[in-house]
């Protein structure tokens, strides 16, 4: 039987909670901050690998595709599905499976008809063998549910011509531990493939019992297929417990696996500079180009100064400040805030986590934090397992000690708090050197990274920077960009079924509409009403609900509010008054809702409900339209004031969290709707739906990754199988986005590859930047740019 006590073991084994050193702590002397780094690297291919699975004990199977019955366990949904025999046996069965395009998630939902229990079995994985049969790589998700109804999820690339293994812990420590990462190390040398987490890791979520899996794609541009085979349950080899011990060099670098762009010596960092330079320096940019980016060579349209929108031959177009046609591309998050990861030290001075109520800026977009020293000499470790991560710490008399910081509160992950380190930042001082800075300015490497990145977006054609651009940006007139507030604040808040990123403000709640003019004025401040300012977006990704589901799943924000007392909710107050008016007596809202409410006094105390008639759920529908709208009005009112010439953006809908009832409300309030659009391209039929709504759209973020040679141990939400197919998938993807005439822009997330050990505010480790994180270019990506910004205008005013 399954040792109960092993998961509350294992959930330590990584934790930030494990105080190694007592709280009165040491000196950094006296903790040998600064490590010894390896001079090489260890460089396996998996042909010469001792393989951890080569003699695989097999615990149970799952499905294996051979049972005529166990057919009837298969469901389909946008996917065509075959049974084969398999190519190497006359005996062996597989099922063939074909995702469409036409379906946004394309599924083979298997569900026998009594669930997996699984709790008799320990210290195992779940593995299946699969063929890519596609004529390109395959972007593969596989999903399990609980009874619960709860579900975690993996998903892998298999390039073009896979056939093989692939595999996840389901249990033992290398499944329950949170390291800290999104994206794990893989825990056994194998020739088996790791599918990557897709799951914020859940402890108080068992899977001892497993009522479904499911196969599936999501927004793929082309039919995908694969075979199947075996799906199982193994024993887990030994553990290894040096798997994250010295992972990370003193660059940043994953220091047990080399890739093409390694850097080996500050030398070598240099003169990579240096030659990148002389090349910039020559590049004038792309031809026919306003002094914004816009395209000289299509008919000029009225100029304003400022950046506006137009539809001109049914589609729609930014136009910039001389009138040229715009089309807004570049990276998001041009900044090095976030860019820094937990080194698993904290200090015994809780005043250094303090936060006020009148703050602006939320704690992931916090730059360089100064810690005193009175601070530093209370250091202790309050993760070991983190700390080992790194070959190489600078000690605090180090030059580079500069680029400590810390992370006063985090989203995700087991250390709630602590000292954080800045590699790219220090490799831009090894890169550029440091001049010495005057006080209240940029070291002069920072300001070096800043001609040398608008530099870049010249050369490799970008027109605009996206959201979350480093404010130094906004005066410089070389790049035009967007600007972005938060609005944050002691507000009343409702939650809902799931809350991405927090809860949502109550937009009712006069403190909120005080918080949005504080943030909108600190805006219009930075901005100084620049025609380099393409629009403003504010706020991100808001928990508005889900699209489809469960009533709850879909309005939860509006079910809570419901349930709180309008003394204490303005949410609640507002939507009592229109049920009110719509219903005039509590009668007539029973019947409707099939409730009992004793009064209107009770209903204003408490509405909570369970049971959904139809007639409910159409008002649940219109009270989430209103909280959307009193949103919109406030954040729209508020920057027409403030910045009445700059282009309002909307706030980024998540595709998770864009239900119709809020893009209602945004169609009135913004000039430009934005969508964070995280799949292989805009597909035509799933997003048809903007062509009616005939207002123009830009991609607030997206973005393509790869783990096998880029030695980031996450390839991010969309994955490639390797740095040539990424580039592939990038200009698939902007095609699908020129091709749609309501598209006005699309925004790479996110400049710089996020830390290797993970960014410290919830850990993300994705291969998802045009630069490394010694700021060296990806060259397959930097092409694949000027392929696409090259023939763009061109390519969209030619259809």
Known sequence: MKNPQLTKKVSFALSAIAFAIALNGCSHDQQGLAKTSSTTKNTPTKNSLTDAFAKEQRIASLIDFDDQQQLSWLHESDISLTQITSSDSLVNKQVAVEFAKTGNISTLRVEPPKPWDLSQYENYN??????????ESIHLYLSLENPNGEVQSHSISLAKGYKGTVYFPLDGIEAETDSGMWGDVPPWTSKDDLMVWR???????NYDVVSALNFFTIGILENKSVILDDVRLRANPAHDPNVMVG????????????????????????????????????SSGMPDRSRFGGYTKAPKREATGFFRTEKVDGKWWMVDPEGYLFFSHGPA???????????????????????????????????????????????????????????????????????????????????????TYSFYRANLERRYGDDGVSAGSDPSYVKKWHDVTAQRMH????????????????????????????????????????????????????????????????????????PWCAGIFIDNEKSWGEREGTVSQRYGVILDALSKNTQ???????????????????????????????????????????????????????????????????????????????????????????????????????????????????????????????????????????????????????????QQDRAQMYKDYMQSVLDKPYMVGAHWFQYIDEPISGRAFDGENANIGFVTVTDIPYPHMIQAVKDVTSTMYQKRLAD
Not at 126 to 135: G, L, P, R
């Open 126 to 135: 779940i593995a299946f063998d699969v063929e890519n049969t596609s004529a």
């Open 199 to 205: 799951s914020w890791r859940n402890a108080e979520q």
């Open 247 to 282: 992972l990370i060099d003193k660059y940043g670098q994953n220091a047990k696996q080399s890739t093409p762009l390694d850097v080996h010596s500050d030398a070598q960092l240099k003169q990579q500079a240096q030659e990148e330079l002389a090349e910039l320096a020559k």
């Open 333 to 419: 998050n041009v900044r090095m805030a976030n860019m820094s990861t937990l080194t698993g030290i904290d200090y015994d001075q809780p005043s250094i986590r303090e936060r006020t109520s009148d703050e602006i800026t939320p704690e992931d977009s916090m730059g360089i934090v100064s810690v005193p020293q009175s601070a530093k000499e209370k250091r202790y470790v309050i993760s070991k397992a983190r700390n080992d991560m790194f070959e190489w710490l600078p000690s605090y008399d180090d030059e580079l000690s500069e680029h400590y910081s810390y992370r006063r509160s985090t989203h995700k992950g087991p250390i709630p708090y602590g000292e």
């Open 459 to 530: 050369d490799w054609g970008f027109t605009s920077f996206g959201n979350w651009v480093d404010p130094a940006f906004y005066q410089s007139e070389q790049v035009p960009y967007f600007a972005n507030g938060w609005i944050i604040g002691d507000y009343q808040t409702l939650s809902g079924h799931t809350n991405h990123w927090g809860l949502m403000p109550d937009p009712f709640d006069p403190v909120f509409a005080q918080r949005a003019k504080i943030t909108i004025d600190a805006i219009a401040e930075n901005i100084q009403a620049s």
């Open 568 to 722: 204490q909710s303005p949410a609640k107050k507002a939507f009592t008054a229109h049920l009110q008016q719509k219903y005039q007596t509590i009668e007539g809202l029973n019947s409707a809702w099939s409730s009992d409410f004793n009064n209107w006094q009770t209903f204003e105390q408490n509405a909570s409900v369970s049971n959904h008639t139809e007639t409910q759920i159409a008002d649940l529908s219109k009270m989430l339209e209103m909280l959307g709208e009193q949103y919109f009005k406030v954040v729209h009112n508020t920057l027409e004031a403030a910045l009445p010439e700059h282009l309002y953006m909307g706030a980024r809908m998540a595709n998770w969290g864009m239900p119709d009832e809020i893009i209602t409300a945004s169609l009135k309030y913004s000039d430009v709707l934005s969508f964070n659009i995280y799949e292989e391209g805009v597909q035509e039929d799933y997003w048809k739906f903007l062509e009616d709504v005939d207002l123009p759209v830009v991609i607030g973020e997206f973005h393509i990754g790869s783990t096998t040679d880029s030695g980031m141990y996450n390839p991010g939400i969309v994955h490639g199988a390797n």
